[in-house]
């Protein structure tokens, strides 16, 4: 089965502070993607990698940056966290291709006070 | 990405097949149809997917029809824990802006006992 861990399931910051959300998969995967789930809104797709430093703008890339040292982990950062930013943020992974479905993580839901 | 209609909501008893439908009458001919299930404060977990061909796995059987205007998701026996709402998604690779999921509001299954 596919495995895709989220390094925390809840987050608490305060406003301005640097945040690290942390994925992992363990199967191979070459693409990586991060996702935030608001309600009403459904899922908006922030930044995703196709490749070990690669990345790619999604919808909603403001306030967001990611890295991808191997590829095995895709890390988001939010690099001065304000409270629009309270959401649940889902990892997935998916193999290359052009059909392939994407695996999700638990998720994390993250608080900004 | 064409665009899927789901009914809000369906219960289905316990042990028995339950059978969800989605309309996705604009679909193009090199869309796929993928189904996904959330269970309340998890992520996502992909269930099947298929262009035209009938397809099952493990978890599911999903039945397109022949002129692919909409598609059947069968659980065989649900159980409690199938409760969570169902997404049907359709969705073409056209290159690296076509990754992003787009989550209608699903329906919501309820396996009564």
């Known amino acids: 089965d596919v495995k895709v861990t989220q390094s925390s399931r809840y987050l608490v910051k305060r406003t301005g502070e640097k945040v690290f959300l942390e994925c992992v998969q363990d199967?191979?995967?070459?693409?990586m993607f991060w996702y935030r789930q608001d309600p009403g809104l459904g899922l908006r797709l922030i930044y995703f990698?196709?490749?070990?430093?690669?990345?790619e703008k999604g919808d909603i890339p403001e306030g967001y940056s990611v890295s991808r040292e191997k590829k095995e982990r895709f890390s988001l950062i939010l690099e001065s966290a304000s409270t629009n930013q309270t959401s649940m943020y889902l990892c997935?992974?998916?193999?290359?291709?052009?059909?392939?479905?994407?695996?999700f993580g638990d998720g994390t839901r993250l608080s900004i006070l | 990405d064409a665009k899927t209609t789901q009914p809000p909501s369906m219960d289905c008893a316990e042990g028995r097949a339950a059978n969800l439908p989605c309309n996705h009458s604009?679909?193009?001919?090199?869309?796929?149809v993928y189904w996904y299930r959330q269970i309340h404060s998890q992520g996502p977990q992909y269930i099947i997917h298929?262009?035209?061909n009938n397809e099952t796995n493990e978890m599911a059987s999903l039945i397109i029809t022949e002129d692919r205007k909409s598609s059947t998701l069968i659980l065989p026996h649900a159980t409690l824990r199938d409760t969570a709402v169902y997404y049907c998604?359709?969705?073409?690779?056209?290159?690296?802006?076509?990754?992003?999921?787009?989550f209608g509001k699903g329906t919501k299954l309820s396996v009564i006992p």
């Open positions: 997935a992974s998916s193999l290359g291709g052009s059909n392939q479905p994407q695996h």
């Open positions: 199967m191979d995967h070459e693409n």
């Open positions: 990698s196709y490749d070990v430093k690669m990345k």
């Open positions: 604009t679909i193009s001919g090199n869309e796929y």
């Open positions: 298929g262009l035209k």
């Open positions: 998604i359709v969705r073409a690779y056209s290159g690296a802006g076509s990754y992003q999921l787009t």
